[in-house]
């Protein structure tokens, strides 16, 4: 707690280039990042980037939650292990991998240029399109592991009972499973959200200076420019905005569940 | 035969997941002076190179002396932690309870930074006792969670049996309660020493230049140069992180693992 409060106290300070800061009370400090343009942009594209996150993360990781949900045996150890792999893998390493596999002479362009599917390569290295693939990867288990124990709450007599009265799989899929699972969609992208807002690593060597995003922003500020008042209102910032939603989500996804509950009852 | 495309798709992006790594593990064998895929060759000569390099073998030591106390402090710290939050009636408890958690639900990032300011002012930055604190911040949940976990499950019977026999208080925990939860303080144990050996973002606000962790090597050389010596250091990383993995995975048992993470990841 006592860091969070230093950096309460930092960032009402007025910086100071010789003294980093000058204890008189001050709002500049938040007015500049959220009304200043330039903040303002990179405010703005930290939040597209993880809304794309978040959005690629629910298309990619349904199709993966439900088939650990219906696999059996050595399937569903395998792919249990291999979605939690990124959880245990060291920020740094995923970052590194991420930079040799989309720099333009990367893994991912020399593959596509050697099976003739693009001719230039393509520009992913510093570009928000970059981030949001390496992102994704990072951070898909958040969203898999949401939905997996929202589908394995579900009643297994729901699917039997459905089917039985004349449902294909399809319409049990759409009409049984997936509505059932809408408390664990919700969880998992606020989730998502949240840490795709706040996450540095993979931000710092994919996105760099060219695509900058507010992590980024706020460890420049912290480190290289010494200038801590600022870097604290947008530490501040952050924090906000990466907790509002999980303490919002937390909230919906427990309403939503009793909700779902007297419903099956 | 029917083409299953929802196993199909499930698959395709079970392979997004792991390329990374699994591209990172190949070019380290790469016989070029570059990062190259599909590596050319096959060479060990980046791993000769690296337990050359007193640099990384330095770093390699301080991360594991640094994860190793990290996860001493914040196990005891997580027990009494545990054994406050489970065992005793307080007022504030609840409170004390979230505030414990809240470290894991912060940004690192913003974490990181307030580290910065508090230990600048009181003179720990740069200094191995301010990197094990800063640890143990993010470490000491873990043990919190898998402790509560099986402190909750322990029948208290057992230990009213003992003290009824006449064992004191102190022993009884010793001897009946502190076996019982021995899987729980192992796995804490183990999640403490992956998260600080692993991490970089606390590390990169306090290290300072005498005190280089094994990632924060990573880290600067990612950013001065591009040698398949780095994905070795990821390589040894990988294979001590997958270890411990198993080590949990015997302790645990997978799906409890599944259900750990989900509950710290929440």
Known sequence: MVPLLYMAQYSVYRYDPLMIAIPDLTLENYAKVLFDPY????????????????????VLGYPVAYRM??????EKMTITIVVLTPLYVSMVILAYAWVTLLLPMGTINSLLQSLHIIGEPLKL????????????????????LSIHSSLENIHPSLHRSAQILGASR????????????????????LLVFSITVSAFMIAFFV???QAMVFPVFIYDQAMDLLNWPLGSASGIILLTIALVPITIGSALAHRLAMRFRIAEE | MKVDLGRISAYLICLYILFPILIVASTSFTSTPYVTFPPKGFSLEW????????????????????????????????????????RYRFRGRDLLNSLFLAPVLAPMIV???????????????GTLPGLVLGHTVIAFPYVLRTVSVSLSGVDRTLEKSAMSLGASEFRTFLQITLPLIRSGILAGFLFCFMTSFNNVSISLFLAGPKLPTLPLTIFYNTQLYFDPTTS???????????VIMLGLERTLGLYRLLEKAKAISQ
Do not use: H, W
């Open chain 1, 39 to 58: 903040y303002a942009g990179v405010l703005l594209r930290t939040f597209r980037i993880a809304l794309l996150t978040t959005i690629l993360s629910l």
């Open chain 1, 69 to 74: 949900f219906v696999a059996k045996g050595f």
């Open chain 1, 125 to 144: 290295m510093y570009t928000e399109t970059g981030v949001v693939i390496a992102m994704t990867q990072a951070n898909l288990v958040f969203m898999i």
């Open chain 1, 170 to 189: 399809l319409q049990t899929f759409s009409k049984v499973t997936l509505p059932l699972t809408i408390p664990g969609i919700a969880e998992g992208s």
């Open chain 1, 207 to 209: 996105a760099a200076r």
């Open chain 2, 47 to 86: 791993f000769v190179k690296v337990l050359r390099d007193t640099k990384i073998l330095n770093s390699m030591l301080v991360s594991f002396v640094l994860a190793s106390i990290t996860s001493v402090v914040s196990s005891i710290l997580g027990l009494l932690g545990a054994i406050a939050i489970v």
């Open chain 2, 111 to 125: 974490l990181g930074v307030g580290l910065l300011f508090f230990f600048t002012d009181i003179g720990l930055i």
């Open chain 2, 232 to 242: 070795a250091v990821s390589t040894i990383i990988l294979i001590i992180t997958l």
